[in-house]
């Protein structure tokens, strides 16, 4: 997969309209290979997860045009080929698989809640949390998974209100979204068959994780727009 990180390393030293436009031909082979890799990761994936349709691998690929409006960067691109694969495609709910090709060392693979901004999804999490701690504690450390992953997300300075501070779980009450990342070196990313073997075994290893937010989120419903 070295011809994406050749283009997204040349897209992050001219991040331009100019030089985009001038090099559409090289966006759309290193674009279809990353379509490519993304179609051979949901074949993958659910050899383990049934919860994952097939689908077109641009149903849940991202944009590089960056939305500007609000940044003091005002780049027009995101030098990264994004895709999220959950059960209902690239919606952040249900939480799904996340991958991000990105140089410099900047690659991850992800999974569970990234977004904190839906309080309603944010409060499901915690009571589930709270209600089914040993469950919770069982997946975050199991050996295999605490070999590979630590839990990420924007947490709180105290226990929220509703809570009790000296729950068991307290900690990961104070969280307002639950993630995980592992970085990929660009060695790996360049070799496309280790990349493959490496995603499929770290999602694997993903998946309690986000069987377990997914539990807690059964009946959340994505704001309509």
């Known amino acids: 997969m070295q011809v994406i990180l050749d283009y997204l390393k040349e897209l992050e030293k001219h991040n331009d309209r100019e030089w985009y436009h001038a090099h559409k031909e090289e966006y759309k082979e290193a674009n279809a290979r990353f379509e490519t890799l993304v179609q ?40 990264a080929f994004r895709a999220h694969i959950g059960p209902e495609g690239k919606l952040p709910v249900p939480v799904g698989y996340y991958l991000m090709i990105k140089p410099g060392g900047q690659s991850f693979l992800g999974g569970g809640l990234f977004a904190d901004m839906f309080k309603d999804a944010t409060s499901m999490i915690r009571n589930y949390i709270s209600v089914n701690g040993k469950e919770w504690e069982e997946i975050v450390h199991a050996p295999e998974f605490q070999k590979e992953f630590t839990v990420q997300g924007t947490v709180l300075k105290n226990v929220p209100a509703g809570y009790d501070k000296e729950h068991p779980q307290a900690e990961f009450l104070k969280f307002k979204s639950w993630y995980l990342e592992y970085p990929v070196g660009d060695g790996i990313v360049a070799d496309e068959k280790l990349f493959l073997a490496e995603a499929a075994r770290l999602f694997r290893l993903m998946k309690p994780f986000n069987d377990f937010l997914n539990r807690a989120l059964t009946d959340f419903r994505m704001p309509v727009r």
């Open 40 to 79: 051979e990761l949901i074949l993958q994936i659910r050899k383990f997860d049934d919860s994952i349709q097939f689908r077109e691998a641009k149903e849940l690929t991202f944009k590089l045009m960056r939305d500007t409006r609000f940044s003091h960067d005002k780049s027009p691109y995101n030098p």
